[in-house]
């Protein structure tokens, strides 16, 4: 028997049902591969968004603010500096030293962050110094963005880590669809084939 092609056939090298065997093995290997690259992050990103979705109510996390009377005219600046020089463990000589400034009016306060992680709370009328306590939420922040690591592995790891997560995601969602996905094809498959049968 002559087991050449007749003109205008093409053999199918690889039948449907193998092509979806291998997709479906593919699909769960990268599925794999990603959860074990993705899991430190994860679970990183996991616990520092828990701590950050309750830092107003933790004071580990983030110190509770002080109420106080809005009172005019708002402390002056160098009446705050003085303050802070004070606080030795503020560790401030100078605003070089100083993150960044917060104005709470609604809770009359003034908030002083140094760049050694400990935070102030003045009251904005007097400029009195009311508490100084270690401020952990910012860089509870930056593990969770993977900033505090350097931008390498922000952008190099927990960006692509991302991505990944998006991806096996997508893959975690097929994985689940997919065997629903092949039973309406073979129901579908054995109603044509029933209907052929019957019509012939």
């Known amino acids: 028997m002559n087991s ?13 049902k193998l092509f979806r065997m291998r997709a479906g093995y593919l699909n769960r290997k990268v599925h794999y591969w990603l959860s074990v690259w993705l899991a430190l992050p994860m679970a990183l990103i996991s616990v520092t968004g828990l701590l950050l979705q309750f830092k107003k109510s933790l004071p580990w996390v983030q110190p509770p603010e002080q109420k106080r009377e809005l009172a005019l005219p708002i402390a002056e600046w160098p009446v705050l500096l003085a303050a802070a020089q004070a606080s030795p463990q ?69 960006a692509t880590s991302a991505f990944g997560l998006l991806l096996a995601t997508l893959s975690g969602i097929w994985l689940f669809v997919e065997p629903y996905v092949m039973k309406a094809r073979r129901r579908r498959r054995q109603a044509r084939e029933s209907a052929l049968t019957l019509a012939s």
């Not at 050449?4 to 449907?16: A, C, D, E, Q």
């Not at 050694?116 to 100084?132: H, K, P, R, T």
């Open 90 to 158: 503020l560790g401030v000589s100078s605003w070089k030293d100083v993150e960044r400034l917060e104005l709470r009016p609604s809770k009359g306060l003034i908030k002083l962050i140094g760049k050694n992680g400990q935070e102030a709370q003045f009251d904005a009328g007097s400029g009195q110094l009311l508490q100084v306590e270690l401020r952990r939420s910012d860089t509870i922040e930056a593990l969770h963005d993977g900033s505090w690591f350097g931008d390498g592995i922000k952008f190099g790891w927990f």
């Open 4 to 16: 050449r092609l007749k003109p205008g056939i093409v053999r199918n090298r690889t039948p449907p």
